[in-house]
């Protein structure tokens, strides 16, 4: 005798068939999203120290016209803008690159780094209460 199929039992097996899909799709989302967040970490410190890097050439730069001792036109700050690009000549360019790049991390650690938690749907925790986080 085949066991009768009533529409109470097919809901519950429809319902946690589609809260393991959801829990599947939440599983691959959250391991997207950390896959992308290292490969922008990691984006995010090259070029951090390739602007330290080129600041630390400026610097030095610097440092050598000093030992050198250039006129003092030399040592003006120039800026140039055309259709073609952009111009920028100074003794301080090294610490302007260096700011940028300090910045361009700062931001980086306070608006795309900090990890929130996200919290689990109502349904779940409806489903098993044990989930359920107690927000203080």
Do not use: C
Not at 123 to 134: D, F, G, T
Request: charged letters at 25%; a neutral charge.
């Amino acid at each position: 005798m085949a066991p009768i199929v009533t529409p109470e039992k097919q809901y519950e097996k429809s319902f946690y068939a589609n809260m393991n899909d959801t829990l599947i799709h939440r599983k691959r989302v959250f391991e997207w999203q950390l896959f992308s967040s290292k490969l922008i970490f990691f984006t995010v410190l090259l070029l951090v120290i390739i602007g330290i890097y080129f600041s630390w050439l400026q610097f030095r730069t610097g440092i050598d016209k000093d030992k050198e001792k250039h006129s003092e036109s030399e040592t003006r700050t120039e800026l140039e803008i055309s259709t073609s690009g952009f111009k920028v000549k100074s003794p301080i360019l090294g610490v302007i690159i260096l700011l940028i790049s300090l910045a361009f991390f700062y931001l980086y650690l306070a608006h795309v780094y900090p990890i929130d938690v996200v919290p689990l749907d109502r349904e779940v925790v409806e489903v098993n209460p044990a989930l359920k986080v107690n927000d203080k």
